[in-house]
């Protein structure tokens, strides 16, 4: 998992090679985010006699607090070529904003 933080937004990445669309699931439930899914290992007539296999298989579950300064209502998840990617949005007040300073008087 790989997190990317820039000015307004956090973008998060898993690479999921081998992983079907449909065996994603992603969702935020009290501030915090899980990406649940399944690799699954399927047996093909020459798939006997591997020496390694380092690639694990399976059901995995990643959670991660969502800081209350990111609106939940406004992640984006894609996934393309194994690669997912989950973008969290600042919410308007949570981002910086530019105060113009006057000279007085």
Known sequence: MTSLKRENELVLKADLPDVDLKDIDVRVEN????????????????????HR?????????????????????????????????????????AKPRQIKVEAAG
């Open 31 to 50: 501030q915090t985010l899980t990406i649940e899914g399944e690799r699954k290992f399927e047996q093909t007539s020459n798939a006997k006699g591997y």
């Open 53 to 93: 296999m380092e690639r694990s298989y399976g059901r995995f579950v990643r959670s991660f607090a969502v800081p209350n300064t990111f609106d939940t209502e406004k992640i984006n998840a894609a996934y393309k070529n194994g690669l997912l990617t989950v973008t969290l949005v600042k919410k308007e007040a």
